[in-house]
Antibody, heavy 118, light 107 residues
């Protein structure tokens, strides 16, 4: 079964850090770009960033709202994607999804919840 | 930056009716990079349409997508009870942005 599973969410204070993980299975992880997308409470979807596949030189791209604070990395040998979040703000509170770029974003994880609060 | 504007914000319909959802882009975009997703409470989004009008395997044919200029349309013919949800359009080309969503609820 093709699957993405996020983990690592939790409660963190403003200014703190958190690292999310996304474990892939059922497909060749190294063949795909993978995005992080978040959804604040009662809000719509917001693209956070992208990790491109090896054939695209593993480049990354970020939304303006997180650039300089968040960093995406991947380990193809573990079929895993990571999101390092630093200098967290209250407005970063959201469910974070990892999602695969196939034809459209065709596979989504179940999400992991990040709450930034004092 | 490309902005996607969905309308209406809420669509109140009855089972069996047809839903027509609009997504207008702020500039001309490649049709091959426009998708639609369905999201139910507590669930991840689910891909319904990619490349403006293509359905992934397993998506019922009552869901269809079309485009005219900068207006993309998702049509759900003959609404089933499980279709009442929020729908997002998404441009996944050189910039990646989502519409704000349209909620289809029961009239």
């Amino acid at each position: 079964e093709v699957q993405l599973v996020e983990s690592g969410g939790g409660l963190v204070q403003p200014g703190g850090s958190l690292r999310l993980s996304c474990a892939a299975s059922g497909f060749t992880f190294s063949d795909y770009h993978i995005d992080w997308v978040r959804q604040g409470p009662g809000k719509g979807l917001e693209w956070v960033g992208r990790s491109r596949k090896k054939a695209s030189s593993y480049t990354t791209e970020y939304a303006a709202s997180v650039k300089g604070r968040f960093a995406i990395s991947r380990d193809d040998s573990k079929s895993s994607l990571y999101l390092q979040m630093n200098s967290l703000k209250i407005e970063d509170t959201a469910v974070y999804y990892c999602t695969r770029k196939g034809n459209g974003m065709d596979v989504w994880g179940q999400g992991t919840t990040v709450t930034v609060s004092s | 930056e490309i902005v996607l504007t969905q309308s209406p914000d809420t669509l109140s319909l009855s089972p069996g009716e047809r839903a027509i959802l609009s997504c207008r882009t702020s500039q001309s975009v490649w049709r091959r990079y426009l998708a639609w997703y369905q999201q139910k409470p507590g669930q991840a989004p689910r891909l319904l349409i990619y490349g403006s009008s293509n359905r992934p395997t397993g998506i019922p044919d009552r869901f269809s997508g079309s485009v005219s200029g900068t207006e993309f349309t998702l049509t759900i013919s003959n609404l089933e009870p499980e279709d009442f949800a929020v729908y997002f359009c998404h441009f996944y080309g050189t910039s990646r942005t989502f519409g704000q969503g349209t909620k289809v609820d029961v009239k």
